[in-house]
């Protein structure tokens, strides 16, 4: 390699290719292309695609990522000089660099923030570090499809069948009750790995890697399948993923960070709960990795698995649109692995048996199938949607919880009326209204009564009904356990806590639905039917003796979905429901948030490029710490709505807005968000 002279105006570009197309991290959206930069003659054998740079930007020294070298630029100026090689390490692939394009695309950001959450920052001691030799190990033998657990799904051979033939499967596979995922997943890895490809598995959270990281092992050995989570520390983690990115690991198992990891050749990619919240990145432009990995699916040409025990509206609308097919048991299946799920309100019988069913929080058929499950000798575990203990206030003749009469919010004692001489009047917790006049909607009575419930009320409650059964609790201010012993233990979770058992639940008890149900959320009825079944499924099949006892209305579409255990048929209705009233995946929405100025520019900017769009608000919100102050402190939200076809020219109408804005260096922030999570 040619020696740097110390003047750089001795400096030669390289003899071949001495422009370079460089991605800075700047992330202004006005800056968001890349810019050309001439190679220097000593750094031509070090500045490869894809290895880290320094240039000199706007007066000052900053990263970037090489991302080809061409012959000529199309600059007609004086190009800038390269001014260091980080590392000679090619740490952004093509493929991973084109994806984060297509992500910023998508999601109306720019690439510098993708890049981000692609790439983790450089450890230069793990780099040193020297490289075992060998590359992969050589594909394991493949059980066949008929002697897996797939076979329990009619379509489930055919898609292994294709793992193993290399072709691009695109499938939403709904699991049955007690269904052991993991050993699923691996074994759909394992027909990949042995048609020559990689696998890419991303889970919500560390415990669902650990479950599956260790069934992967098992299937394919400890050297082929690699772990990849924030929490491993910045060495650790940057040490394997340079395994992966170097071909030295073909299956990759990760949370959201791992849905770029640098696989290839990439056969393989799966989703498992896509509906979790923790698959929706919190930092900007904020994508979902069900879409991440849908983009790259698409691009790369893998085979794509979205998995679950329930199913969104987003996977349901890949299989209506044609993109993807269902992988499903029949019903016969179905009815034979799950428990015997009955809510409160299932019949007039139980109340009957019961008077007091209705009023309680734990009615004598909980109290029933907890016994039984105990006397068995099984674990019963008691889902509580709140941690700790929240105070609320119900019926005092009926129990049905107090809700506020103009927006059904959950009322509270939070403020007092002179006129009544100091006594507290009921306030509603949504939208601050006194509500003296309070009448239950079910039975009439003007009485209330203040309750408690969460995690810990419930779990001394069980210690006093259940004397002498030990009982143990999975979140909500305690520690998350991710396994318990097979006995006879009271476990009380809450929702995404729930530790798993060896042989299963002999019951469970989903309590508090109305909590779960009273959030103001476009996704409430997903998200809890979501976390039912994820308990639902821990529990031992109704022959085994399994039984469930729901805490809600058995009215409710969302109850009736979870007694049927039809996550199908609940999709589907949410779906249409949701193209009914013009909310996502039926159409695709931005949120726009921040002080009323920058919203109404950002606002003004889109309609300039896509006057079709229709715009819903602004109204008013509470401050958002994330996106800091608006003007005075006054903070407004607009939705811009498109039909699907359009989503596209709207995400690059709101990049084109905020490029203006940081164009000019406008001072008050603005957050976007392409087809927000949360909609309440």
Request: with cysteine.
């Amino acid at each position: 390699m040619a020696r740097a002279s110390r003047n750089r105006g001795e400096w030669r570009p390289a003899p071949e290719l001495p422009v370079a197309r460089v991605a800075v991290d700047v992330a202004l959206a006005h800056l968001d292309r890349p810019f050309d930069y001439r190679v220097p003659e000593h750094l031509d054998a070090a500045a490869v695609a894809g290895v880290r740079l320094r240039v000199r930007f706007a007066g000052r020294l900053v990263d970037g990522f090489l991302l080809e070298r061409v012959a000529e630029s199309g600059h007609g100026g004086r190009l800038a000089w390269i001014e260091k090689v980080v590392s000679p390490e090619p740490v952004l692939t093509p493929e991973v660099a084109a994806l984060c394009r297509a992500v910023a695309d998508r999601c109306a950001g720019v690439l510098a923030d993708v890049l981000r959450l692609a790439v983790p920052p450089r450890h230069a001691r793990v780099e040193a570090e020297a490289v075992p030799d060998g590359g992969p190990e050589p594909p394991a033998s493949v059980a066949p499809a008929a002697e897996t657990g797939w076979r329990r799904y009619p379509r489930g051979a055919a898609l292994l069948d294709a793992l193993s033939g290399g072709r691009a499967a695109h499938a939403v596979w709904q699991a049955l009750p007690g269904e052991d995922w993991p050993r699923r997943l691996a074994e759909a890895a394992a027909a990949t790995v042995g048609a020559g490809r990689g696998a890419l598995l991303v889970v919500p959270d560390q415990r669902d890697v650990d479950a599956l990281h260790a069934a992967c092992v098992d299937v394919l050995g400890t050297d082929a399948v690699v772990a990849l989570t924030a929490d491993l520390g910045p060495a650790e983690r940057y040490r394997r993923w340079l395994a992966v990115r170097r071909g030295r690991v073909r299956v990759v198992v990760g949370t959201r960070s791992a849905a770029f990891a640098p696989v290839a050749p990439l056969g393989l990619i799966v989703v498992w709960d896509d509906g979790d919240d923790l698959h929706a990145e919190p930092r900007a432009p904020y994508p979902q990795v069900r879409d991440v990995l849908v983009l790259r699916a698409h691009a790369v040409g893998a085979a794509l698995l979205v998995g679950g025990f329930a199913r969104t509206a987003e996977a349901h609308l890949l299989v209506e649109s044609g993109w993807a097919r269902e992988v499903v048991a029949d019903r016969d299946t179905v009815r034979a692995a799950m428990p015997r799920i009955l809510a409160i309100d299932d019949s007039g019988a139980q109340f009957v048996r019961d008077p007091d069913a209705r009023a309680a929080r734990l009615p004598h058929v909980a109290f029933d199938a907890a016994r039984t499950a105990l006397d068995a000798g099984r674990p019963v575990l008691v889902q509580v949607p709140r941690s700790g203990y929240v105070p609320y206030l119900s019926c005092g003749s009926c129990r049905e919880p107090a809700r506020c009469r103009h927006c059904a919010g959950p009322l509270g004692f939070v403020g007092r009326a002179p006129e009544d001489g100091g006594a507290q009047l009921p306030q509603c917790r949504w939208c601050g209204r006194p509500d003296g006049a309070f009448r239950c909607a079910a039975c009439g009575s003007r009485r209330l009564r203040a309750g408690v419930v969460g995690a810990g009320r419930t779990a001394e409650e069980l210690g006093r009904a259940f004397p002498g059964t030990t009982v143990r609790a999975s979140g909500g201010g305690s520690p998350v356990l991710a396994t318990v012993a097979p006995r006879p233990d009271l476990v009380v979770a809450t929702p995404g806590a729930e530790p798993r058992v060896p042989g299963g639940y002999g019951a469970a008890l989903l309590l508090d639905g109305w909590a779960l149900l009273s959030r103001p959320d476009l996704r409430v009825a997903e998200e809890t039917l979501r976390r039912w079944l994820g308990a639902v499924a821990l529990v031992v099949p109704h022959g085994d003796g399994g039984r469930v006892v729901v805490g809600a209305d058995a009215a409710l579409p969302v109850v009736q979905a979870l007694v049927r255990w039809d996550p199908v048929g609940h999709a589907a209705s949410e779906l249409a429901g949701r193209a009914e009233v013009g909310f996502p995946p039926a159409v695709r929405m931005a949120a726009v948030d921040g002080g009323p100025t920058a919203v109404a520019e950002v606002v003004d900017g889109v309609l300039a490029d896509l006057p079709e769009v229709e715009v819903l608000g602004p109204v008013e919100i509470e401050p958002d710490a994330a996106s800091g102050p608006g003007e005075g402190d006054v903070r407004e939200r607009a939705l811009l709505r498109v039909p699907r076809p359009a989503g596209r020219a709207l995400a690059a109408a709101l990049h084109t807005a905020q490029a203006a804005r940081t164009a000019r260096k406008a001072t008050d922030p603005v957050r976007v968000r392409l087809d927000p999570v949360e909609l309440g």
